[in-house]
């Protein structure tokens, strides 16, 4: 008994240390749920404002991977948003409806007809695949170059999927898509996806790449290669993105090419408003990414009912343009400062005095630390 009682203390120890590890990913899963479970328990209104916002959410998590870890903006994740949606539909239309409206597309995705996660896998991989092809010369790149040339790639893949009708039918709505997406599916979705973002962060690729984003030329020295580096966490957040596109399509059940590019009703859209939301949030953290898609998602909603309400065009794209502006130059580091949610259980150290003086141990130290000694 005695030996059962001395292990105690540290069996809490030891949990406590590992809660305390994973509080940055327990603390947005928990309110995350929370609110999903609420909009379960709302109005049907209601339920889908919360699925858009997940969806909004896996975008932004895929999104983070990459430009928060490697410093580097980028304006065309909407393209593999695009890849993913387009797949998706492929798999999962009406395969009567694709041979009559594409008659020349190839037999196999005319007529493919899988299980909803064998799509939801493929599209995660179609877009992985591209962002591998496209890497070598994007990875190399730093600061506005990289942001252009993401945008480029924006505005090639935008040109193809609208151009391409034998493929993708152009213009024309692709319809008939699987209808999937609710808020449970969703759910499951960002969960899966905001751990492995945070693996992804605390495995020794997301240090070596936060090296590079902290001091390039320091990491290059020891060892570190950039584009390797770069390279990985832009196909990982690639294949996110994807997944994000297959949710949306899923849940639109029809898509063209004007809802992930910049056309005109989506220049203020996708691209805009998800880098608002890591912006706002903090784009260097999960966390930051998680509030920050919260946030945005419900000021954006309320702003879209007020103007349904007084007939005000481009109220939102205004006002969330007005608290970018306002977060860049107030809070940079957004509303988290950049930093994960702490563990808020955490003890405070005991103050011990050092033998022989009447100073407590912390005091000696900060005296210490203050002289520079």
Do not use: C
Not at 145 to 165: D, K, P, Q, R, Y
Not at 241 to 262: D, K, R, W
Not at 340 to 365: L, V
């Amino acid at each position: 008994m005695a030996s059962l009682a001395s292990s105690g203390p540290s069996f809490g120890a030891k949990s406590g240390t590992i809660a305390a590890r994973l509080w940055p990913l327990l603390a947005p899963a928990a309110v995350t749920t929370l609110i999903s479970l609420l909009a379960l328990a709302g109005p049907d209104g209601l339920e889908r404002k919360a699925t858009l916002m997940l969806v909004n959410m896996v975008f932004v998590i895929g999104l983070f991977v990459f430009v928060g870890n490697s410093g580097v903006l980028s304006f065309g994740h909407a393209s593999f948003m695009a890849l993913g949606a387009y797949t998706f539909a492929y798999m999962t239309a009406n395969p009567q409806l694709k041979n009559t409206t594409l008659p020349d597309a190839p037999a196999f995705l005319r007529d493919a007809n899988i299980a909803t996660w064998q799509a939801v896998a493929l599209s995660a991989l179609v877009p992985a695949a591209f962002a591998l092809i496209v890497a070598l010369p994007l990875m190399r790149l730093n600061g506005l170059a990289a942001g252009i040339a993401t945008l480029a790639m924006l505005f090639a893949v935008g040109t193809t999927i609208a151009n391409w009708e034998s493929l993708t039918g152009g213009r024309t709505t692709f319809a008939t898509i699987r209808t999937v997406t609710d808020v449970p599916f969703s759910l499951v979705i960002a969960l899966v996806m905001m751990t492995l973002a945070f693996i992804y962060k605390e495995s020794k690729f997301g240090l070596r790449l936060r090296g590079t984003r902290e001091d390039q030329l320091a990491a290059r020295s020891l060892g570190i290669s950039v584009l390797r580096e770069r390279t990985i966490a832009w196909v990982i957040s690639a294949a996110m993105v994807g997944i994000a596109g297959a949710m949306l399509a899923g849940f639109l059940g029809s898509i063209n090419p004007e809802q992930f590019f910049l056309g005109a009703r989506s220049s203020g859209g996708v691209t805009f408003v998800t880098i608002a939301m890591l912006v706002v949030g903090g784009i260097t953290s999960l966390s930051g990414a998680v509030l920050g898609a919260i946030f945005i998602s419900g000021v954006a909603e309320g702003l879209r009912e007020v103007e349904d309400l007084t007939e005000i065009n481009n109220l939102t794209n205004i006002v969330l343009a007005a608290i970018l502006l306002m977060t860049l130059i107030l809070r940079p580091k957004g509303i988290t400062g950049g930093r994960e949610i702490y563990w808020p259980f955490k003890r405070e150290q005991t103050m011990r005095r050092p033998p022989g003086t009447g100073i407590p141990a912390a005091e000696t130290g900060a005296a210490v630390d203050k002289n520079g000694d």
